[in-house]
């Protein structure tokens, strides 16, 4: 049985900055484990301390579908997100295409071919438009996902036990495919804003509403059933 801990977290920085990126820490996960032919990598540039997700976003082979990823390859670190309001993304270079950052808080056992079972997973598109370098991105751009598609009674991400961070591509049914390049130099936690003191002198009282940011997505929906999900699925 595996031991799960939680990483030492100094800082803001999951990867980048005082974190140095390093290429053992990912694993690839493309549509060859499902007959495609897309392909990744994670290169790591040491001399600016950026990764470079790259590869071949095929969509000739599974007609019109097709996707390639890169995930932190542990199965036993957590990440603790609670106290930060989303992620923040440094991308020093950007080739148009639309990537997604995922997150999971649990994985599931590979099958018995050594394939990763599905399971849901917290999915925030973007993409990264001319001159822009930062990206961020809240805790409700994270939408509940299986199998790529959206679950609508989907349970709230829990943001203390991250157990995999994950940047991918896919053809969104035949909409981008081919070459594709994105650098980062870091991804971090947004520090919550503080609201103002009740005692403020220029609070004029009209904004009564002050609430906890450390939000989950999609907080409101309390139904956090999936057993009809779950049923039969392997």
Known sequence: ?????????????????????????????????????????????????TAIFHGNLDIKT????????????STTELWDLSSYAG???SIPKSD?????????????????????RSGLVWEAKFKVEKGQTKVRLGWKEFRPTYRGREVHMGRPLILAG????????????????????????SIKGIEQEKGRYRDDPN????DDKYYDEKQQPYSEDEDTGLG???????
């Open 1 to 49: 049985m595996e031991v799960l801990y939680t990483k030492p977290q100094s800082s803001p920085y999951f990867f980048g900055g005082p974190q140095p990126w390093s290429s053992f820490s990912w694993a690839s996960s493309d549509d060859r484990v499902r007959g495609g032919s897309s392909h990744s990598y994670l290169t790591i540039n040491k001399d600016t301390n």
């Open 62 to 73: 599974l007609g019109g579908a097709g996707f390639a990823s890169q995930h932190t390859a």
């Open 87 to 89: 992620l923040e993304l």
């Open 96 to 116: 148009g295409h639309t990537y997604t950052l995922n997150l999971r808080d649990e994985l599931q056992d590979p099958r018995p071919d050594g394939r990763q």
């Open 162 to 185: 991250v157990k995999r961070f994950e940047i991918m591509i896919r053809s969104f049914f035949g909409e981008q495919e081919g070459d594709f390049e994105l650098e980062i130099e």
């Open 203 to 206: 609070d004029s009282g009209d």
């Open 228 to 234: 009809w999900l779950c049923c039969g699925i392997c």
